[in-house]
């Protein structure tokens, strides 16, 4: 493909003629219209047309190629497809040289090439108008690591950022899973690849899907609790009896969650000298009896809550009946207020204990049911918000438990 370059050919591009009624080629057999002549602006058209095609393309053209129309096209719909370049540029410092070339960084270009070097730090990338922070696809830096030698790395411009964004998770993004609770068990295997560890069991795969299991670790003595290494860094059931000592805000994570199940005698959680469980002062150690169990969750900023605690095994399985007003402790009640309302006044409820009410014969909704705190507070399901007592149940068929964590009364 070539531009007209003979002696009779203008510098410069004649102005067209004014346009005419759109038609048809003749070569005089159509009564009463003469062959058509072709004129100038009609091949100068066609000309620059093909020229511009090649242009887009990135081709220079040449009086000896006649298959450069083909590779044009050829050429850019790759591009249009999604076609990549090599980068030629260093590790951190990336140049892709895209066809057809990018004249500037629009809202959404897309990208994608291959990393000849792995990078070891935050990098940028150049398309052509100029370097531009090359991130992660939340906007923030790469880290050593998030891209491998001789990788595909895919994106997208956002002009708002000013910022080229790897549009897949990248390595250092794990980290984040994992404290989400997402992906325990995985690791890389240092060539790109996402593994499961072969010593962890909270992950296995079988003809039914991917099963998990949390971890179990049994104890007696003394354990840390915390994200350090060589610890117990993911959410773990605890079965035994003795001290765990948590390091609530040096290590970990806002939804850190564990359990525990005191067999064989009592157990002291105790937190860093500036952290709080259950709601107590800092530093409090929060004592479990032998028998029970509990959920611990943390907020990451220096409180474990317990969302539940059971009741000591040595209270009654069978509810003891009640049927008149009265002061009692830890148990588990069934309130008949057939009779007329009932209130019971809770009774030197000690640390960890709880009492639970139920009302089998749905007599609550007749009259009420009434639980006197005994100058203690009380905080609803879900809730730390702590509330002046009595408590109030008027509706027949409830049940609800009543734990003291040592400062205040939770409901569920």
Not at 108 to 136: C, D, I, M
Request: charged content about 10%; aromatic content about 8%.
């Amino acid at each position: 493909m070539y531009q007209i370059d003979v002696a009779t050919a203008s510098p410069t591009l004649p102005a067209p003629a004014a346009a005419g009624t759109p038609g048809y080629f003749t070569d005089g057999q159509v009564p009463n219209i003469p062959p058509t002549v072709v004129p100038a602006d009609f091949m100068n058209a066609i000309m620059l047309e093909l020229l511009n095609v090649l242009a887009a393309a990135g081709i220079a053209p040449s009086k000896t190629a006649d298959n450069q129309l083909a590779t044009a096209i050829r050429t850019i719909v790759e591009a249009t497809a999604g076609n990549y370049a090599v980068d030629t540029g260093a590790a951190n410092a990336y140049v892709v040289a895209l066809v057809p070339p990018v004249a500037n960084y629009t809202e959404s270009f897309e990208f994608k090439f291959r990393a000849v070097h792995a990078n070891t730090g935050a990098s940028q990338v150049s398309f052509g108008p100029g370097n531009v922070p090359l991130t992660r696809d939340d906007g923030s830096a790469l880290q050593q690591g998030d891209i491998l030698a001789n990788s595909i790395v895919a994106g997208a411009f956002d002009a708002v950022l000013g910022k080229a964004m790897i549009s897949s998770i990248v390595p250092s993004q794990l980290s984040v899973l994992a404290k989400a609770g997402i992906g325990a068990g995985m690791k890389l295997d240092g060539t790109g690849n996402l593994t499961l560890s072969p010593a962890d069991n909270s992950i296995r795969v079988t003809a039914n899907g991917v099963q998990t299991n949390e971890l179990v670790q049994n104890f007696t003595g003394t354990v840390q609790v915390n994200g350090a290494a060589g610890t117990s860094s993911h959410t773990v059931n605890f079965v035994g009896f003795g001290t765990l000592d948590v390091a609530e805000t040096t290590t970990l994570w806002d939804g850190f969650n564990f359990s525990v199940d005191c067999v064989g005698g009592s157990t002291s959680v105790v937190p860093n000298a500036a952290d709080s469980i259950g709601g107590q002062a800092a530093g409090v150690p929060y004592v479990m009896p032998a028998g029970t169990s509990a959920l611990f969750i943390s907020d990451g900023a220096g409180n474990i809550r317990v969302l539940f605690q059971t009741v000591s095994p040595t209270f009654s399985p069978a509810p003891q009946a009640i049927t008149a007003s009265g002061a009692l402790g830890a148990g588990s009640y069934a309130v008949d207020t057939s009779g007329g309302p009932i209130t019971i006044t809770q009774a030197g409820l000690a640390q960890g204990q709880t009492m639970v009410f139920s009302d089998p014969r749905g007599t609550w909704g007749t009259n009420n049911f009434t639980l006197n705190l005994n100058g203690l507070t009380y905080c609803k399901p879900g809730s730390n918000r702590q509330l002046p007592g009595p408590l109030v149940w008027n509706t027949p068929g409830e049940t609800f438990t009543a734990y003291y964590d040592g400062t205040t009364i939770r409901i569920s």
